[in-house]
Structures are given as C-alpha cells and as structure tokens.
C-alpha cells in the first residue's frame, strides 16, 4: 500500500506551513529589494546563480507580476500564500499533484533567492518536494481518490519511489555518521558539548548541561554509530525499529535542546515515510 | 519495458550526483586536514575533490549548457550539498554586534534582530557565510546591508560600527575550571547613513 506516500504528502504539506507560519513575520524583509532587509535579494541571487543560472528565485515571480502592474510586496505576499495554499493542498490531498508541483517550485525559489538565510532544513523540505512531485500521486487516503475517486498509481511505480528515498536516506546518514567519524571531537564528547553550548542553539544552560558531561563521549559516539551504520541496519526488520525510534529520538533531541524544531520535524517525516509506515501497517492488519 | 529501462536509467544518473555530491563534501573536509587523519595525504584527497568537480560538470566553462544543466538538477533535486552537519568537528559560531554612535557622544549596543526564534536559528547561516568570506568588499557589502536595517531603527544614529567575531565557547575542561565565552573580532566596519542613504549593491 501507498502509506509512506501519504506520510511523505502530509508531513510535507505541515512543513510548509510550519515554514510559512514561522517565516511571516519577516517575510518581506528576507526578500525585498529594499534596503532595511537582511541582505537584499539581488544579492543573494546573484550568489546562487554564480552557479546555476536555471535555478528557480523569486525574482522570476516578482518580473512576472510587475508586468501586469503588482508590487514587489504584493507578489511576495502572493508568494506567501502559495506556499500555505499548496501545504493545506497536500495535507488534506486535494490537486495532489498540482500542489505538489506548485510547493515544490515556490519553496525552491524562495529558499534560493534567500540562500544566505537558508539551512538543512530547506535542503531536505526539497529533496521531500521532489520526490513528492514525482512520485505517482495521489495516494488512497488523498481527497483525490476518496472524494473524486482519482485512481491511484500503480504499486510498482510506489516501490520505485520510495526505494529511491529510502536509499537517499541511507547516503544523507552514512555520510553524516562517516565525516562526524573523522573528527577527534566527536570522540571525546567536546563536539556535542559544543553544538548543545554554540549560540544560537544553546537552549539549555551550560550549568545543567554540564551535569551530563559523563554522557557526552557515549553519546557522542552513539550519535556517529547510529548515522553510519544506518545503512545497514535500518533493512533488517529485527533491526529497523530500533534504529528508526534511534534516529527520530536523535533529531527529537535535536528539535529541543537546540531549538531545530522544523528540522527535527523534516527529518522525522523524511525517516517515517521512508521506513515508519510498515509498522502501522502490520498494526492495521493485526487489528483488522 | 522502456518505460522501466527510463527510469532505471535516471535512478542511476541521480544516485551517481548524490555520491558525487557527497564525497566532494567528505574529499573536501579530508583535504582541509581538519581530521586526525595524516596531513600526508591531503594533496591525494585534494586530486579526488578534483575528480568530483570534473564529474558534476563544474570545471566545465561557465555558460556551458551540461554544467548548467547538472547545476539546475541538482539545485532542483536537493542535492547540492553534502550531509557533513557539525563535521568533522563543531565550529566556532559567530557574532555580530553594531555599536550606535549618537550626535551627542553617547553610545548604544544592538544585535540584528529577526522577528521569530525561528529566523534566528537561519542568521548563524549568514554569519557563517561572512566568516567564511575571504572578499573584503562583499563582506563589508553585506555588514553594511545589515547595519543599515539596525538604522532603519534608530534613524539618529551618527555612525554605526558593526563588529564581527567568534564566539570560542569554553569546552567541557575549561566550563569546570570557570572559564567563560571569548568573543575574538574577525573585522570590524564604521558606517554612516543620512536620511538619503540607501546602500545597494
């Protein structure tokens, strides 16, 4: 069945508008072009497109709408609300494939043209859109296909997709795991005292952080273990559980004593769809 | 039977830049001998970062169509940058303060602000990127930028020094000993803005 596409679906369409809910009120003052903004737009994307011409940037939408007479504020606003239109689109399944599209090329230009503000988390709500918007839409709980009775793809072409993600992950991990490896830090304990001390993610104060400081070297080691053999545990269905509720405890551990909420919530949904679903599944039929 | 050759084939071109993509990033760490690893090897890992850069078309001219086709894929895609977050070690994180100067000599601190937590935790992203910034004018470009949105907020403002630096948090040893935070300066810049100031690039 197509549940890890519909996990993929909602989980992005609540990162979107998380993003949005959270970016409003500075909004305008990470894209306009008027100086009083964080770094102006054109700056930024004469940055990105140093590299990449092609890539989609706000300034595309801004020339567009300034030709039938829009302000800059106005097509950024507009901009805005695409993004939460397409996110509530996709979370309750309605144009999946539109809104999928759609999301995916409004957040890339918007995490393009404001890149110097721009962190993992945006990188991953991508690679999310991508797969999205490719794979075979809509899924059998979408609005789609209970309320309009759109068919749903067929399973080989749902395997195919999710296996890419799966297999994206195991990269993103094993990389992660391998390069934290390489660093005397991470055996010691002092990278991780470091990332739970470093400003802004400091949430917690040092003084009760310090209290901990025997489970530094464990946990730092078990951070790198965990993300380089994920690869090859997260297959095994012996294993599979207990290296996914590792992995979502680490970014959950992550989203708060460092304050990375939407990234501890990408990253979750990512690691769900991918691999989670099965579990509730084999409690479904259980139950049925 | 073509249909499922099709996407064999575009499985294996994007997982072949996924990998790409991130050995680039690991060849890169290991060739900045950032590692334990011995420096002796770091002009082979440099050869490697190079051969990483030949496959994803970037030593390819500028303009040329493949490289800004592979460019705008992997952009699309995602996969532009590696996964070494906080690797091989944690950096330094950076701080930026503006010192106001007022017509009548008294003075006044400020940090950017940002309208949500969630903003601040993207502003390191910028600090690190003028940290990393060897090109004086765009670093003063964009302090200046930044400085100008603190004005907006205090219009009396004669002059504003922004002041950039590290953050050198004490490590777990020196936190028991009662060591505090550092803040080393990198740079620091004087601004003046009029009422018709307006700094673009």
Known sequence: MDYWLAALRIGLGFELLLYGITSRADWLQMFTLHPGSFVTRDLTEALVTLGAALVPRVSWLISAGEFIGLSEATILWIVWSGLMATGLCLVAGIFCRSAAIAAWFLHLSAIKSSALLSYGVDNFTSIGLFYLMLSPLPDHLALDSRWRKWPTKNAQLQSFWRRILQLHLCVIYFFSGLTKLLGSGWWNGESLWRALTRPPFDMVPSELLIHGKYLFIPLGLGICLLETSYPVFIWPRRTRLIWLVGVIGMHGAIAVLMGLYLFGFIMAVLNIAAFGTDFFRLRDSKAI | MRFQ????????????????????????????????????????????????????????????????????YLHAAGIEAGYGYFAPNVPYSYKLVFQLTYPNGTTEYELPSVGTPETGMRLPTLLDFIAANRYEPLRELILKMLAYSVWQHHRDASKIRAVF????????????????????????????FSKTTQPRP
């Open chain 2, 5 to 72: 050759r099709a996407y064999l084939i575009g499985f294996a071109l994007h997982f072949i830049l996924l990998i790409t993509v991130a050995f680039r990033d690991l060849f890169a760490v290991l060739a900045d001998g950032s590692t334990y690893l011995p420096a002796a090897l770091e002009p082979r890992w440099r050869v490697l970062e190079d051969a990483t850069f030949t496959v994803l078309g970037q030593r390819l001219p500028p303009n040329d169509p493949m490289r800004e086709t592979i460019a705008f």
């Open chain 2, 165 to 192: 630096g590290a953050v050198i948090t004490p490590s777990i040893a020196g936190f028991k000993r009662g060591d505090e935070a550092t803040y080393a300066v990198v740079c620091a810049y004087d601004f003046g």
